[in-house]
């Protein structure tokens, strides 16, 4: 099997990341066209794999209302408006409008628009504005701004609610001394930090793909 490039995590052996996703089962059409699309452009999108936890994450907690920071081509909000069902309200958001023209289509055609709010613009600006809290905050935005992430959208999530942040491991960089000027590095540790220092969070750091932080806010 030939893990596309975007999927990689980086720091996993070869023969154990493929076997992961060989037993992953077959996805819907429209799902597969956005996964070759990511591959072929190259868009960081989570993947199968961590798109099945965030399900899971979904389902067991039955959340309803979910706000996604940084959502790309919708790839992930896909997986977290179907997980969540019919009567959901997921809001999607990203800096760039052709991502979300493109996210929108395949909202239709995966039969999930219904359930999900477009936005495009600055994501936490997005999450202030907002109204009432969240049962889930999905967190994939430029690495550099986690910090940032963490002190806008902790309040933002109702007690029981999960802070869920994709790329924790930063491809194994996440473990050792950043860089002088890798901001981006620096950002995914601070938000480990933040998230396993805290009192009024439980936090778990599972290293599935590129790590991905699961926060229940107590
Ligand atoms: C890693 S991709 C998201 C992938 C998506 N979550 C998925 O798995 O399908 C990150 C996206 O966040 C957007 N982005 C980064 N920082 C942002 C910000 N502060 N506000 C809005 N969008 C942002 C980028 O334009 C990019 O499309």
Not at 35 to 41: D, K, R, S, T
């Amino acid at each position: 099997m030939k893990l596309p490039k975007n999927l990689r995590s980086g720091f996993m052996r070869e023969d154990v990341e493929n076997y992961l996703y060989e037993l992953l089962p077959a996805r819907d059409k429209v799902v597969s066209e956005m996964e070759e699309y990511a591959a072929q452009h190259n868009v960081p999108i989570i993947g199968p794999a961590v798109a099945r936890l965030l399900a899971l994450l979904v389902q067991i907690s039955g959340a309803q209302r979910i706000f996604e920071l940084g959502s790309a081509i919708g790839y992930s909000t896909v997986w977290l408006a179907r997980a969540a069902g019919p009567q959901a309200e997921i809001t999607y958001t990203d800096s760039d409008p052709q991502n979300a023209k493109r996210a929108s289509a395949y909202f239709k055609r995966a039969g999930v628009a219904k359930r999900i709010r477009v936005e495009t613009g600055d994501a936490l600006t997005l999450l202030k504005k907002s109204t009432g809290k969240f049962d889930v905050i999905f967190n994939d935005i430029y690495k550099r701004e986690y910090p940032a992430a963490a002190r806008v959208a902790l309040p933002r999530l109702r007690r029981g609610g999960l802070f869920i942040t994709d790329n924790t491991l930063w491809s194994g960089k996440a473990a050792r001394k950043a860089a002088a000027g890798d901001s981006d590095t620096r950002g995914v540790q601070e938000l480990n930090r933040i998230v396993h220092s805290s009192k009024d969070l439980f936090s778990v750091l599972i290293p599935l793909r590129d790590g991905v932080t699961v926060c229940r806010k107590l």
